[in-house]
């Protein structure tokens, strides 16, 4: 068995359509990353196999899955990859491509049949990937993803397993920052790991919004940071927005999600999968003053006292399990900034100390007894 398997060229895949098709045969074409192959991915080949007569599978490259999937990917180099994608018996040629579309290939090749897998819908596939199909006049085939199966979910079940990593109490805390502001407390907590009373490390810093000093603070500080497109409306969150903030922190092996001034309501998958490991910091003293604006509500309500609560985040808003506070005066003649400024002082000092006091405080992390 040669090591170094050649893949196809897109001459080869060429000439083996033009022979099919001089048959009255069809040849399928799919394509994707195909990084940790697995049972789900096997089964959606053989369906996609069985649409025409052979299949062509292009392969992302290596530069390409980094581009998609991030640094950490792929696992398996292209070659290797394409070595045992060509094994399956439902592949009959593998070719590896550098874009992060198919769509030259497409126009290359002209599949009669193109096999999608996943949540997609023909209206949802790339626009120029479609027009190159129909353009070609491939039949396009949408294809269910086999349920729990797949690489993330493998992934995650082999760092699971990892004892050493899930239970070390000295290992340091992976966090992720969400944020819409003025990022405060991200410039706080950056301070706290770079003074060492903060074990933790910030594996990702993610906003809806594009233009927040909160984004700026965080490329500054040369963090890993996103920008989330959440939709039009600034307190609510697309499915589709959901969804990606879920992949961000799968990919990213987050422990901890901090929630500092985020202005988006999160849900599902998120809220469930993190259950426990969600934290939210809120300028009052919980449970008095939920909601935006608490100082002015402070104010409003004739407090001599308000502060700050760092709790766990549920689905119900500023509800969750309080893990600590601390008080602030209110002062006679107080307008809501300057009441809020002397809270985010307290902030500050509060939100990197329970988070290095997460193990201590009994509180979840991933891997062990997380799904
Ligand atoms: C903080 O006051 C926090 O309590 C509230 O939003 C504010 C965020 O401030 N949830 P910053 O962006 O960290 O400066």
């Avoid at 074409?29 to 089964?43: E, M, P, Y």
């Avoid at 949540?119 to 949802?124: A, G, I, M, P, R």
Wanted: with cysteine; net charge neutral; hydrophobic share 45%.
């Amino acid at each position: 068995m040669p090591a170094d398997y050649t893949p196809a060229t897109i001459a080869d895949v060429r000439r083996l359509r033009d022979t099919l098709d001089q048959q009255g045969k069809k040849l399928v074409f799919t394509n994707g990353c195909f990084d940790l192959l697995h049972a789900g991915h096997v089964r959606y080949l053989e369906q996609a196999r069985a649409l025409g007569d052979a299949m062509v599978v292009a392969l992302n490259s290596d530069a390409s899955v980094r581009a998609l999937k991030g640094p950490d990917r792929p696992l398996n180099s292209q070659n290797d990859r394409a070595e045992v994608m060509a094994a399956l018996r439902a592949v009959d040629a593998v070719v590896i491509f550098d874009d992060a579309r198919a769509t030259a290939l497409i126009e290359a090749i002209r599949p009669h049949v193109y096999a999608k897998g996943g949540d997609y819908t023909v209206e949802s596939l790339n626009r120029e990937e479609r027009s190159a199909l129909e353009a070609a006049g491939s039949q396009i085939s949408i294809l269910p993803l086999v349920p729990g199966r797949s690489t993330t979910s493998t992934i995650n079940k082999m760092l699971a397993t990892d004892c050493t990593l899930a239970s070390n109490a000295n290992a340091r805390l992976r966090l992720a920052v969400l944020g819409s502001g003025a990022g405060s407390n991200l410039r706080a907590i950056i301070s706290a790991i770079q003074a060492g009373t903060l074990n933790a490390e910030i594996a990702i810093a993610l906003s809806d919004q594009s233009e927040s000093s909160f984004l700026q603070i965080a490329r500054e500080a040369g963090l890993s940071a996103l920008f989330v497109d959440g939709g039009a409306n600034p307190r609510k969150f697309s499915d589709a927005a959901q969804k990606e903030i879920f992949e961000h922190l799968e990919r990213a092996r987050v422990d901890v999600v901090v929630l500092i001034g985020f202005m988006r309501i999160l849900k599902d998958p998120v809220i469930s999968a993190y259950a426990g490991r969600i934290v939210n910091v809120h300028p009052s003293l919980l449970p008095k003053h939920k909601g935006a604006n608490a100082p002015q509500l402070a104010i409003d309500a004739g407090d001599s006292e308000t502060g700050c609560t760092v709790h766990l985040v549920t689905a119900e808003i500023d509800a969750g399990r309080i893990l600590a506070q601390a008080a602030v005066p209110v002062n006679a003649g107080d307008t809501a900034e300057k009441l809020h400024a002397r809270i985010k002082t307290e902030e500050h000092k509060l939100l990197p100390k329970v988070l290095n006091e997460w193990r201590e405080l009994g509180l979840p992390v991933r891997g062990a007894g997380q799904p």
